[in-house]
T-cell receptor, first 115, second 111 residues
Framework: NAGVTQTPKFRILKIGQSMTLQCTQDMNHNYMYWYRQDPGMGLKLIYYSVGAGITDKGEVPNGYNVSRSTTEDFPLRLELAAPSQTSVYFC??????????????FGPGTRLTVL | AQRVTQPEKLLSVFKGAPVELKCNYSYSGSPELFWYVQYSRQRLQLLLRHISRESIKGFTADLNKGETSFHLKKPFAQEEDSAMYYCALKAGGTSYGKLTFGQGTILTVHP
């Protein structure tokens, strides 16, 4: 299994441009998440999904959109990129469980710079 | 709302010395706490979770509800322990597995 894959690995955008960060998982996980990692700030949840067709906002959703048409894919869309969106973006997935053992599995990350 | 605080951004120790990475949380309910680790050029991965009461790679962490802490400890640090460590909290109830992360601590173990 490849686990969680993300593309691209790196990207430089100009202010106002748009792009989609791709995330795919092959573990048949229902739950998927998008985080951004800023230095000294830890990881902040942007959006999450509990299954195909179901998404919801996290802590920092402004400037982003998501969709979940399949169990495997959870793309993150940036519209009108701003310098404040310069960050490392991580996608993660987990399997819902009645217990607490829903470990999150992370992708390798996408480093985005907005100039 | 819940909050996780890791007071040390950087922590340096020598090989063989004990190490403790601090984590404090605020949450009104019954939380579940985790430690995630990111080694150089590797993905963020789960190190351990409080509910398992396990020791992974020599690390242990005990949930202290009175002090609202979940400190990560290892009696004898190794150079390969050098990494970024994140403490994370999962709220109880229907939280859909969402995690609240601390700011992270970069641990450097010197030879």
């Amino acid at each position: 299994n490849a686990g969680v894959t993300q593309t691209p690995k790196f990207r430089i955008l100009k202010i106002g441009q748009s792009m989609t960060l791709q995330c795919t998982q092959d573990m048949n996980h229902n739950y998927m998440y998008w985080y951004r990692q800023d230095p000294g700030m830890g990881l902040k949840l942007i959006y999450y999904s509990v299954g195909a067709g179901i998404t919801d906002k996290g802590e920092v959703p402004n400037g982003y959109n998501v969709s979940r048409s399949t169990t495997e894919d959870f793309p993150l869309r940036l519209e009108l990129a701003a310098p404040s969106q310069t960050s490392v973006y991580f996608c993660a997935s987990s399997y819902p469980s009645a217990s607490s053992y829903n470990e999150q599995f992370f992708g390798p990350g996408t480093r985005l710079t907005v100039l | 709302a819940q909050r996780v605080t890791q007071p040390e951004k950087l922590l340096s120790v020598f090989k063989g010395a004990p190490v403790e990475l601090k984590c404090n949380y605020s949450y009104s309910g019954s939380p579940e706490l985790f430690w995630y680790v990111q080694y150089s050029r590797q993905r963020l991965q789960l190190l351990l979770r409080h509910i398992s009461r396990e020791s992974i790679k020599g690390f242990t962490a005990d949930l202290n509800k009175g002090e609202t802490s979940f400190h990560l400890k290892k009696p004898f640090a190794q150079e390969e322990d050098s990494a970024m460590y994140y403490c994370a909290l999962k709220a109880g109830g229907t939280s859909y597995g969402k995690l609240t992360f601390g700011q992270g601590t970069i641990l450097t173990v010197h030879p």
